[in-house]
Structures are given as C-alpha cells and as structure tokens.
C-alpha cells in the first residue's frame, strides 16, 4: 500500500508542473473460470484483474512511465487484505507482487528521455517481444538504450539484472545482456534478437551462466495471405542448455471473407524454449502471460528448460466466424506430444479441442467465452467466462 501512496503523491508532484501532459490508459476483467481432472476435484472461482497505465510527460525530452495492477486469481471474501493494511491474510501475507497472485502493486516504473532519435530509459520495464515467442509480458529491472532510424527500423541494446543474489557478493548474480533489431520492407518484417546470460550461482540447478540466444522472427503479407514464422537456438550453458536447444512455429492466416482460418504448427528440439504467453491457438495451452496469467493454461510447450527426453511438437487449425457485427466464434483441434514437467522424462500425445466466443457489449467493452480440453494420455478440460474492459 505504501507504493501506491507514494506514486500518488508523486503524480501529484508532477501536476503542480503546468506544462506535464499524462496519458491514462489501462485494462481490466471479472472472470469467472473451472479446472475440471479426471479425478475427484476440480476448481471453480472467480478472479479479477485491474492495471492502470500513467505517462507523465514533463518535457518534449522526459517522459515518466508507471503502472499500478490490482490482481487476485480468486475471491477470497472479507480476508483478502494485507496484514501490513489491517486485514488478516488466509496463509500470510498476500501482497507478492508477481503475476495474478492476490496483489496491488507497482507494475512497472521507467525513466525515459529521448533526444535526436535516441532513447534512453532506465526502471522496472514491461518487456515483450513479437509474437511473445520469447518474452511476454515480464518485468525486467532495465538499462536500456535505443536508436530510432530514419526509415523507422529499431536497434536497442539493454542491460538486465535477472537475479539479485546477496548484495555484498556479486557472484551470486544473474546478468543478462540483449541486442535487438526490428526492420522493415514492403510487405515484410523482421526482428533480430541476440542474449547473453552470465552467472556464477551457488545453486547449479539454477545456473544460467554463459548461456546465448538468438531468435529471429518474421511477418509477412501475401496475397492476402498472412504468415509469421518464429525460431529460437539457446546454447552454451553449464547446467542448463548446454547444447543446442531449438524452438519453431510457422503460422499462417487467411481471412476468406465467409470465415478466417489459422493453421500453426509449433516444435521443439532438445527443450528449446518458448514464452509461455504464446499464442498456441489452443486457451489451455501456452496462452499465459507472465504478469497477466491465464487460470486456465492446462500445459505448456517449449518450457523443459533444455530437457532432452523428447521433442514436443503442437499443430492446430482454427476456424472463426464473425457470426454478427457483435458476435464471434471459434473452433479450433490438433494434436500435441508435450513434457507435462520440465522435468517429465515421457512426452505426453493428445488430441486437442478448443472453442471460443465473444460478444461485443460497447466499443471497449465485451464479453468472451473459452474451453478447451485434452483427449488422450491426459483428460483434462477448463473453461472461463470473462467481462473485459478497455480504457
């Protein structure tokens, strides 16, 4: 609670200056949502989610960029409080300040200044890259320096701190350091992203040292046909990753004017990694943000973190049809071989159903449906019912 008064009181510092101009934006949901196994429990709750987005720009350079998230992944009734605020937490404190956990904290917190095309920001950054086939939605504790070029294409380079050990050892650290490139053509683009994790840990199991990545990614539109293709190689590490880790999905969009049609096919080579935030075309697989996670992600492909007792691969086709100018609906089923675990030594096949709908109320209000469930080595299925608004 102390991090709101503060940042209230800062924006507040910030409006005494007359010519500081803010831009409020956000987005929230009620969602109510089950998880149904095969065996004899099951979960039915209702969950919520509020962000808030404040730009304070003081000058033509300087730009303060926060965000405030109200998030509880189930309603606990009168005993949701923080004891720090005078309530009584079930289990202890609640304010943990990651992802959907029963929080309100600060989001995000960034310093940035521009001059000639440049920018330079240094804070708490919200990080996501195209597709989230590699970063989606996280927060990283950032320095980070960008150039604009004239035709608009993007080269940054950042410094992130990953893991804070013991402040008196600087041995027990993750570091990790990234360069991007985001480019263009007619009908293409592209991006470029290269990193380096270095690390000397205490805890081998946790070991990212020396670790590289590179992930290309690419759009292109053709004929009205849309294609986006995805690839990440990690390698190098001494625990983790040590060899060569791959990750891919190709998929490909078109819009037939009576339905549209997505065909995706995903695949991983000795653990390659994948954000769990990627959109799999299935509401239980993947499709689970960092800070923003979905309840009803059953698996994910692309996290064994260099688990090399099986190749996962995931293909799916979706069929959506806008049934009204309000109304739309989809279907979607494929096949997926998964590691439950990451440190699952079986590859789990299952043949996928999924289904989703949603109804506009007003322009930045509407209502969706999703369900999904497996058939096969695993029967589970989970459904949400959700109010999303937008401002």
Known sequence: MTKII????????????????????????????????????????????????????????????????????????????SVAVGGTAVGGKNEDGTGNGNATHLDHAIIEYTQDSWIYSAGRHAVTTPGCFLTCDDRRDRIQVAKLMPNYDLFAIAYDKRSEGVLNNGKDDTDMITLDYYGSIPMFKYALQFGYFHQTSPTPLL???????????????????????????????????????????????????????????????????????????????????????????????????????????????????????????????????????????????????DATAKYTVSKNLNVAAAYGSFFGDNEDHAGSLTLNALY
């Open 6 to 81: 503060w940042l209230a009181l800062g924006l507040f510092a910030l409006s005494l200056q007359a010519e500081t101009k803010f831009n409020v934006s956000g987005d929230a949901y009620v969602r109510g949502y089950f998880l149904n196994g095969t065996g004899p429990s099951q979960t039915q709750a209702f969950a919520q989610f509020l962000r808030v987005n404040v730009d304070a720009k003081a000058d033509e350079h300087l730009t303060l960029k926060t965000g405030l998230v109200l998030a509880a992944e189930n309603w606990e009734g009168d005993y949701h409080k």
């Open 207 to 353: 070991s990212l040292d020396n670790i590289k990545q590179f992930t290309p990614q690419f759009n292109a539109n053709v004929f009205g046909v849309e294609v986006n293709g995805y690839y990440s190689v990690l390698w190098g590490g001494t625990v983790l990753y040590k060899d060569a880790h791959h990750s891919a999905a190709i998929r490909i969009t078109k819009d037939f004017g009576l339905a549209k049609v997505d065909y995706q096919s995903i695949f991983t080579m000795k653990g390659g990694f994948i954000a769990t935030g990627f959109d799999t075309l299935s509401s239980i697989i993947n499709n689970n943000p960092d800070h923003n996670q979905s309840l009803i992600s059953l698996r994910s492909i692309g996290t064994s973190l260099g688990n090399t007792h099986g190749d996962e691969s995931l293909h799916m086709v979706k069929i959506t049809k806008n049934i009204t100018n309000d109304f739309s609906a989809s279907i979607g089923g494929g096949f997926a071989k998964i590691l439950p675990t990451y440190l699952s030594t079986k590859i789990e096949s299952n043949t996928v159903l």
